[in-house]
Structures are given as C-alpha cells and as structure tokens.
C-alpha cells in the first residue's frame, strides 16, 4: 500500500496530462477498441475452459479459487487483479515476496497453470471492464511497485497506460524471481511505451503465444 499512498500524497511524481497528446487522443483509444473486440471474442471461447480450472483449484487444495492482489493501475489508481490461485493458501502471512522457481508454495495444479500462463484468463474479464488492457506494463504490486521507481523514476510515464495480460517485460524477462529481473522488464515496458501502437502489439501477442504454446512466456523478441 506504500505506492498507493505515496502516489496519492504526491511523493511519487505522475507524467503531466499533456504527456504524448496523440498517443493519449489517437492511439490509446485504438488500443482501448482493440482491447474491447478481443475481450468480447475471447472470453465466451475460454469460459468453459476456466469453468474446468476453477473446479480442479478447488478440489486441488484448500483456498479461494481466484486469488484476488491489489495493484496499481492507469493514472496510479488501485485496481485488484484477478487470477486462479496457484499457491497454497494462505501464501503470504506479512511481507509480499515473490515467487521462486521450483517455489514449494505453489500447487501441483498451480504449476500446470503457470506453466500455460492459464491462471491469468480471469484478466480477460479486467480487459473488458477497462482496468487492463491486452498489452501493456506489467505493473506489479505496490510493494515492489515503490522500489521500482526509487531505481528507475521514469516509471511512472507507464501510468498513462493500463497495465497489460501480456507486456514486453514479461515476453522478453519471463516471469521475475527477484528484483534485478523485476528492473529489466521495468526497462523493457518503458521501451514499449516508446514504440507504442497497434502493429508492436500485435508483434508482442505473436511472441507471447509462440512462447507459451512452448510452456513458457520467454522470447528474444
């Protein structure tokens, strides 16, 4: 919750409202279409599939189905993220902590799960409702969120977008097990936020599929 308050005391500097007009006026609301059409295609098509994961996460092990972590968003507002719960639970009893490989908190079905990136198609429905967009930064947590912008301050350019399903962080970095990894895919979504626009998307969903059809979201792209 540290980001959360500092962002709203001001602590953490916000891009002004004139940040890139054209992409704020013309881009975004491509994308934010974009973003509409895919949602709105995708998630009768995976319904039944998720309706199958929610049923084996909850004869699996004890816990909620969808595991439910604040985060913070578009404009530095909090949102909670939704994704099928992975872990044991409770997972985390005081500090956030991030997983680990082989980390022995997750579940056996959770391992299928991140293996296929499968415990993320609730995030389908936060497309749709406009707290997320099909790609963009992967904002993580406000705990981790805070000791990003200490090292890179720029990072909070990335507030003039909604947080993606999908980022070039995540495609280029893979999933992050400490911090060194959390500040290269912070690098690598402010290089999106660069080139951003409707082709690079369509380049990173293309990479992300052919990575996760292998079992794993890590590309050279």
């Given at each position: 919750?540290?980001?959360?308050?500092?962002?709203?005391?001001?602590?953490?500097?916000?891009?002004?409202?004139?940040?890139?007009?054209?992409?704020?006026?013309?881009?975004?609301?491509?994308?934010?279409?974009?973003?509409?059409?895919?949602?709105?295609?995708?998630?009768?098509?995976?319904?039944?599939?998720?309706?199958?994961?929610?049923?084996?996460?909850?004869?699996?092990?004890?816990?909620?189905?969808?595991?439910?972590?604040?985060?913070?968003?578009?404009?530095?507002?909090?949102?909670?993220?939704?994704?099928?719960?992975?872990?044991?639970?409770?997972?985390?009893?005081?500090?956030?902590l991030?997983?680990?490989?082989?980390?022995?908190?997750?579940?056996?079905?959770?391992?299928?799960?991140r293996?296929?990136?499968?415990?993320?198609?609730?995030?389908?429905?936060?497309?749709?409702?406009?707290?997320?967009?099909?790609?963009?930064?992967?904002?993580?947590?406000?705990?981790?969120?805070?000791?990003?912008?200490?090292?890179?301050?720029?990072?909070?350019?990335?507030?003039?977008?909604?947080?993606?399903?999908?980022?070039l962080?995540?495609?280029?970095?893979?999933?992050?097990?400490?911090?060194?990894?959390?500040?290269?895919?912070?690098?690598?979504?402010?290089?999106?936020?660069?080139?951003?626009?409707?082709?690079?998307?369509?380049?990173?969903?293309?990479?992300?599929?052919?990575c996760?059809?292998?079992?794993h979201?890590h590309?050279?792209?």
């Open positions: 919750m540290q980001a959360a308050e500092d962002l709203a005391s001001g602590s953490i500097t916000m891009p002004p409202d004139a940040f890139f007009p054209t992409l704020r006026n013309n881009r975004l609301l491509a994308k934010r279409m974009a973003d509409i059409t895919i949602a709105l295609i995708a998630l009768p098509f995976v319904f039944p599939l998720m309706s199958a994961i929610a049923l084996a996460v909850r004869l699996s092990s004890k816990g909620p189905v969808l595991l439910q972590q604040e985060r913070i968003g578009r404009h530095g507002r909090p949102f909670i993220l939704l994704k099928f719960r992975t872990m044991v639970w409770p997972a985390e009893t005081g500090q956030p991030l997983a680990t490989p082989n980390d022995p908190r997750i579940t056996p079905v959770g391992h299928i799960l293996r296929w990136h499968l415990d993320e198609l609730p995030q389908l429905w936060l497309v749709l409702k406009g707290e997320m967009s099909v790609v963009g930064p992967r904002l993580e947590r406000a705990y981790f969120l805070q000791q990003i912008v200490e090292q890179i301050p720029q990072y909070t350019l990335l507030f003039t977008l909604r947080p993606g399903l999908v980022s962080g995540r495609v280029r970095q893979g999933y992050a097990h400490n911090m060194f990894q959390l500040l290269f895919g912070a690098r690598r979504d402010l290089e999106y936020l660069k080139q951003i626009g409707l082709l690079q998307d369509v380049k990173i969903i293309l990479a992300a599929a052919r996760i059809l292998k079992g979201l590309s050279n792209y």
